[in-house]
């Protein structure tokens, strides 16, 4: 089993940045995918982008293409989500994610894919 633990949230304006860190550590880390998710109030889960195990592709969504980077450093086992351009429509809570299976050519989207979960942090874009 993967623990992780996500830090790093907050309040900032429209076209602020912020950075989220995603701490992990477990015996398979090293093999699986990571992702990042958001949840906004009353909508559901949903995929923000996602870092292959070995740290060499990300992959995101749409809505944040060009302007979220995903990095990942297995040596200090930790997982890095760097916002900028902020919208309001960012705001929700960003949970780090570890994939069920090893060794993914491609990572998923889809939540039910992702077996271990943070507990999320709060982000806020003001207006």
């Known amino acids: 089993q993967v623990q992780l633990v996500e830090s790093g949230g907050g309040l900032v304006q429209t076209g602020g940045s912020l950075r989220l860190s995603c701490a992990f550590s477990g015996p398979t880390v090293g093999s699986i995918d990571l992702a990042w998710f958001r949840q906004a109030p009353g909508k559901e889960r949903e995929f923000v982008g996602a870092i292959i195990w070995n740290g060499k592709d990300a992959y995101y969504a749409d809505s944040v293409q060009g302007r979220f980077t995903i990095t990942r450093d297995n040596a200090e086992n930790t997982m890095y989500l760097q916002m900028s351009s902020l919208k309001p429509e960012d705001t929700g809570v960003y949970y780090c994610?570890?994939?069920?299976?090893?060794?993914?050519?491609?990572?998923?989207?889809?939540?039910?894919?992702?077996?271990?979960w943070g507990q999320g942090t709060q982000v806020t874009v003001s207006s």
């Open positions: 994610a570890g994939d069920r299976r090893a060794f993914r050519a491609v990572p998923a989207r889809a939540p039910i894919e992702y077996i271990s």
